[in-house]
């Protein structure tokens, strides 16, 4: 069975810094695609950045680029996203997601989801 948990996730000040995980078990994590996503109350899930499998590739949403940083440990069947400089409009349920084949920044192309992790940024 496929299974994504991810954690990390909390209260921190604008500014501030946290550092996701999403741990993998089940399949064969180096033939997936992962990517990051996150939902604000009363908005749709948009894609925050992802990372392919073999010779990694990343995207990163424009809202992000330079702030946040994805990196994937293969050994241990986990992906980071390390967020920095963190603001008030990146409150939301962060979701990981797998797929296989190319990563993308589109919900819609992933099959597998973790149950997300609140990140609440608020002074």
């Known amino acids: 069975q496929l299974l994504l948990v991810e954690s990390g996730g909390g209260l921190v000040q604008p500014g501030g810094s946290l550092r996701l995980s999403c741990a993998a078990s089940g399949f064969t994590w180096t033939y997936y695609a992962i990517g990051w996503f996150r939902q604000a109350p009363g908005k749709e899930r948009e894609g925050v950045s992802c990372?392919?499998?073999?010779?990694?590739?990343?995207y990163y949403a424009q809202s992000v680029k330079g702030r946040f940083t994805i990196s994937r440990d293969d050994a241990n069947g986990t992906v980071y996203l390390q967020m920095n400089n963190l603001k008030p409009e990146d409150t939301a349920v962060y979701y990981c997601a797998a797929r296989q084949g190319t990563n993308t920044l589109l919900p819609t192309d992933y099959a597998y989801w973790g149950r997300g992790t609140q990140v609440t940024v608020s002074s």
């Open positions: 990372i392919s499998n073999l010779s990694p590739t990343t």
